[in-house]
């Protein structure tokens, strides 16, 4: 599937096709993501596996897992 070209959020440069196939949602070019740590987070809910009122964990369930869009601050001039 061909990517449509589109520019960064934080300093309009175009984003590479090559990094839009690996993430579509990104925002961000390569050089806007090193420097504020990348436009997605990864979220992730668990769930002890202990008896009731146990303080021992016998395990860890993962409940979900999404990616959280992060807020773009703006670039520095």
Do not use: F, H
């Amino acid at each position: 599937m061909a990517v449509k070209p589109r520019q960064c959020q934080r300093c309009q440069a175009m984003i590479s096709a090559g990094r839009l196939e690996a993430l579509p949602r990104t925002r961000l070019c390569v050089k806007c993501s090193r420097e504020t740590g990348g436009d997605l987070r990864l979220r992730v809910s668990t769930k002890g596996q202990g008896k009731a009122g146990s303080l021992k964990k016998t395990g860890v369930d993962i409940e979900s897992v999404e990616w959280v869009r992060r807020e773009v601050p703006p670039q520095d001039d």
